[in-house]
């Protein structure tokens, strides 16, 4: 079974302070990993999404690379806008097109 | 490009009550519909699939008959809750794809049962 575990479950940055964010999976065999990010009472907007390990991906002060076991989104001074819940879901091979996601990582960034 | 649009925002009513939910992509043949449920500080739950013309495949555990959904053209699907109570309060997301692109949400409807 699909495994995605993201951490920190919640991470408060200063403005202007980077960091990093983990997304963890176990599949038999990945189609693909996907960034999304969620606003309070939205639904998820798309990010990136990341093919095979060695992929990176950038959009403004976001980075997301790719290894075989997890994915990393690296956020580069960030700024108040990027407070959200950030969102990984992985799509296996086996699974058509269906998503499994994880638990989300509730960013906030202070002025 | 890629925009999803869900409606109604937001749906409080009675127990017992049925609660239609569409979900359209407006610039876009989507070739499959997603219907997701996220509880607070929860994520993602997939309900259910749907291709355009075809049966929708659920997911273990949940039930076709209080779950309707119809996918009737490559830009529209619906969700129909039957006979709703309480516990189907909750927070309903549906997304949409073409081949080989990604998933792009609706901006979910609240569904409240008093």
């Known amino acids: 079974e699909d495994q995605v575990t993201q951490s920190p479950e919640a991470l408060r940055l200063q403005e202007g302070e980077s960091s990093s964010l983990n997304c963890s999976y176990t599949v038999s065999g990945l189609r693909g990993l996907f960034w999304y990010r969620q606003d309070p009472g939205k639904g998820p907007e798309f990010l990136f999404t990341l093919y095979s390990a060695g992929e990176e991906k950038e959009k403004e002060r976001l980075k997301a690379t790719l290894t075989k076991k997890e994915s990393f989104l690296h956020i580069t001074a960030p700024k108040p806008e990027d407070s959200a819940t950030y969102l990984c879901?992985?799509?296996?091979?086996?699974?058509?097109?269906?998503?499994?996601f994880g638990e989300g990582t509730q960013l906030t960034v202070n002025p | 490009g890629a925009v999803v649009s869900q409606h109604p925002s937001r749906v409080i009513c009675k127990s017992g009550t049925s609660v239609k939910i569409e979900c359209r992509s407006l610039d876009f043949q989507a070739t499959t519909m997603f219907w997701y449920r996220q509880f607070p500080k929860q994520s993602l739950m997939l309900m259910a699939t749907s291709n355009e013309g075809s049966k929708a495949t659920y997911e273990q555990g949940v039930e076709k008959d209080k779950f309707l959904i119809n996918h009737a053209s490559l830009t529209l699907s619906t969700l129909t809750v039957t006979s709703a109570h309480p516990e189907d309060s909750s927070f309903y997301i549906c997304?949409?794809?073409?081949?080989?692109?990604?998933?792009?949400f609706g901006d979910g409807t609240r569904l409240s049962i008093l």
């Open positions: 879901a992985v799509q296996e091979t086996a699974s058509g097109s269906r998503l499994t």
């Open positions: 997304s949409a794809r073409r081949l080989a692109q990604p998933q792009h």
